[in-house]
T-cell receptor, first 111, second 112 residues
Framework: LAKTTQPISMDSYEGQEVNITCSHN???????ITWYQQFPSQGPRFIIQ???TKVTNEVASLFIPADRKSSTLSLPRVSLSDTAVYYC????????????FGKGTTLSVSS | EAGVAQSPRYKIIEKRQSVAFWCNPI?????LYWYQQILGQGPKLLIQ????????DSQLPKDRFSAERLKGVDSTLKIQPAKLEDSAVYLC??????????FGPGTRLTVL
């Protein structure tokens, strides 16, 4: 199973764009890249998923270069409510495939 | 659409006691997961069910933890006897696709 490496923590101010990069050098051909967000006292929440190039939804954008060995989660114009832990995971949809969560990136947004 | 439901939300027990957690997944989700999340760490998979069959329980401490998913819907996770190091949040998740899991609010267990 591919492992991921991401910064332990990041700080930002309201209104700024935040980019969190994740390294996954051993990603397999069938693996997707998925990001989850977790607020204190809540379970993780799926926010975005991609395979290659760029994916955008109402919450974030996900940029994946051609070699797929890294990915960048982009949060536009963050607010205080974006303070959370963000997890980057890689895995496939195959039966029996388990996602492995690392420690994630703790994003702190200040006013 | 209703989310994943878990109960209780909080539980405090003494070591060597037993405890059980309940999970009701999103309707139609065949795959159900139990995770343990220790403070400051990411969730760790304990067991994965596909309908009512176990797909992966390699990280479940089977001498004290057990889980079942009767009729392929609700699931219970039991710890007997509990140890101090079992203090954690126990998360249930369900999915149609393993890469996109939906988590419940979790049960915070404190073992004294």
């Amino acid at each position: 199973l591919a492992k991921t490496t991401q910064p332990i923590s990041m700080d930002s101010y309201e209104g700024q764009e935040v980019n969190i990069t994740c390294s996954h050098n051993n990603i397999a051909t069938n693996d997707y890249i998925t990001w989850y967000q977790q607020f204190p006292s809540q379970g993780p929440r799926f926010i975005i998923q991609g395979y290659k190039t760029k994916v955008t939804n109402e919450v974030a954008s996900l940029f994946i270069p051609a070699d797929r060995k890294s990915s960048t989660l982009s949060l536009p114009r963050v607010s205080l409510s974006d303070t959370a832990v963000y997890y980057c995971l890689v895995g496939s949809s195959g039966a029996g495939t388990a996602l492995i969560f690392g420690k994630g990136t703790t994003l702190s947004v200040s006013s | 659409e209703a989310g994943v439901a878990q109960s209780p939300r909080y539980k405090i027990i003494e070591k060597r006691q037993s405890v059980a957690f309940w999970c009701n997944p999103i309707s139609g989700h065949a795959t159900l997961y139990w995770y343990q999340q220790i403070l400051g760490q990411g969730p760790k998979l304990l067991i994965q069910f596909q309908n009512n069959g176990v797909v992966d329980d390699s990280q479940l401490p089977k001498d004290r933890f057990s889980a079942e998913r009767l009729k392929g819907v609700d699931s219970t996770l039991k710890i007997q006897p509990a140890k101090l190091e079992d203090s954690a949040v126990y998360l249930c998740a369900s999915s149609l696709d393993p890469t996109a899991q939906y988590f419940g609010p979790g049960t915070r267990l404190t073992v004294l």
